[in-house]
């Protein structure tokens, strides 16, 4: 399974992540899992809504902007967080398709965090490091 860390150093107003995944499905379910965690306690979000989505995109670090950017589009426009999330994801042509498990954010029961309003491109990388998948993502809150 895929992990991250917050970066404290490289955004004052913003929230960096780096983000490892032993593949490309583990690495956007991770990025999936970061930006989840960084809105809401995962725990105090219901499972009871399901979505798939599929995306596509002319390159692959293109591909994991607009899945984060989806993420953040269905917080914004039906309130909805997805802590859980299977992915399949191909390099080549760059596509998604991935299940997303979760709930409303219901106020009087979620732990709210912070309110990413986008993904930015500020030192935004995507790469193949040995065996595996390395990202760094900022997100404006």
Sequence with gaps: MGSWDVL?????????????????DDLFATAARALADLMVDPETVARDIERTVRLDAPALDLLLHDWM?????????????????????????????ARLVGGRLDRSRAVLRADPKAVTFHQFALERRGAGWYARVVIDI
């Design 69 to 97: 950017s989806e993420l953040i589009f269905l917080k914004d426009s039906e309130q909805l967080i997805f802590p859980d999330i299977f992915v399949s994801a191909a390099a080549g042509p760059p596509r998604l398709t």
């Design 8 to 24: 404290d150093n490289i955004a004052l107003a913003d929230c960096a992540f780096e983000i490892h995944g032993c593949d490309l």
